[in-house]
């Protein structure tokens, strides 16, 4: 059983910072490529951010610049820092791992359940 957690949503003026987290526990041999997406109101899913095991990161255009992501690989645990936030960053936000069970089991997809973030005045 595998069980990703976020924390650190909530409502911010347009300018300010927030910082999630996420932490993925149970029975965890490893974890790859760990990442973040956030979901606006009647819209789709969209890919925020992603960092590879090896420190590989990528970003969508419009958060570049403003928000950074990072992990501890000991502590299977990963942050997004976001900075000068916009209203349109108004999501609820999900944290995402590609996790193996065990030493010869192909690793899969895993989601947090999700936590809000409002931009708002």
């Known amino acids: 059983q595998v069980q990703l957690v976020e924390s650190g949503g909530g409502l911010v003026q347009p300018g300010g910072s927030l910082s999630l987290s996420c932490a993925a526990s149970g029975s965890i041999f490893r974890v790859y490529q760990m990442g973040w997406y956030r979901q606006a109101p009647g819209k789709q899913r969209e890919l925020v951010a992603t960092?590879?095991?090896?420190?590989?990161?990528n970003y969508v255009d419009s958060v570049k610049g403003r928000f950074t992501i990072s992990r501890d690989n000991a502590k299977n645990i990963v942050y997004l820092q976001m900075n000068n936030l916009r209203p349109e960053d108004t999501a609820v936000y999900y944290c995402?791992?590609?996790?193996?069970?065990?030493?010869?089991?192909?690793?899969?997809?895993?989601w947090g359940q999700g936590t809000q973030v409002t931009v708002s005045s």
């Open positions: 960092m590879t095991r090896g420190s590989i990161t």
């Open positions: 995402n791992g590609e996790i193996s069970v065990g030493v010869s089991v192909n690793p899969r997809t895993y």
